[in-house]
């Protein structure tokens, strides 16, 4: 079975702290994904890496980077956290060979910043 | 560019109903189209994908989907609603370009009463 694993499911930080969410996989897969979940507004992508040391921008991008230093691990960054930052995230990774695999998840962090 | 929508953000059935998920979709290549299952405080799992293979897809949990190009819908169906079934489902289609990321629709909340 398929494992992705996420470093914490509650966090709890304060507004301006530098904020790591870690993602690990375990079977080997090429790209890795971070999503945040917010009610009304179903998953939006933020950052996607296909390959050690790539990433590309999602779809709101703003405020967070990414590391992918290993194959198996996919960091997101909250520079500086906000309010606004308070959500679900989720981690995914998938082979690669693109449309017909589907995403593996994580079990998700829920981040709230004070 | 694809997009999902998702018809109903919430829907309540009663125990032993028959539960049905609309999901519409655009696309301007072949799509790949898939169903996930979020239950509370967990990440996705997959239910069910359609590749090409069969329009009719059986998924797991006695869920299944057709594809019907002609209207553009890979609607979600269960013959009897289980009070296990209460969880949010989401539609994705396999976004294009040259990674083939998701798009996902915003969700629907299904609740069953018993």
């Known amino acids: 079975d398929v494992k992705v694993t996420q470093s914490s499911r509650y966090l709890v930080k304060r507004t301006g702290e530098k904020v790591f969410l870690e993602c690990v996989q375990d079977?080997?897969?090429?790209?890795m994904f971070w999503y945040r979940q917010d009610p009304g507004l179903g998953l939006r992508l933020i950052y996607f890496?296909?390959?050690?040391?790539?990433?590309e921008k999602g779809d709101i991008p703003e405020g967070y980077s990414v590391s992918r230093e290993k194959k198996e691990r996919f960091s997101l960054i909250l520079e500086s956290a906000s309010t606004n930052q308070t959500s679900m995230y989720l981690c995914?990774?998938?082979?690669?060979?693109?449309?017909?695999?589907?995403?593996?998840f994580g079990p998700g962090t829920r981040l709230t910043v004070t | 560019a694809q997009s999902v929508t998702q018809l109903g953000s919430h829907v309540s059935v009663s125990e032993g109903a028959l539960v049905l998920l609309r999901c519409n979709y655009s696309s301007s290549v072949p799509p790949y189209l898939f169903w996930y299952v979020q239950y509370p405080n967990q990440g996705l799992q997959l239910l069910l994908k359609y590749t090409s293979a069969a329009t009719l897809v059986k998924g797991i949990n006695g869920f299944e989907a057709e594809f019907k190009k002609s209207e553009t819908s890979f609607h979600l169906t269960k013959p009897s609603a289980h009070m296990s079934d209460a969880a949010e489902y989401f539609c994705a289609v396999s976004g294009g370009g040259s990674q083939g990321n998701l798009i996902f629709g915003k969700g629907t909340k299904l609740s069953v009463k018993p």
């Open positions: 890496s296909y390959d050690v040391k790539m990433k």
């Open positions: 995914a990774s998938r082979p690669s060979g693109g449309f017909i695999y589907e995403q593996y």
């Open positions: 079977m080997d897969h090429e790209n």
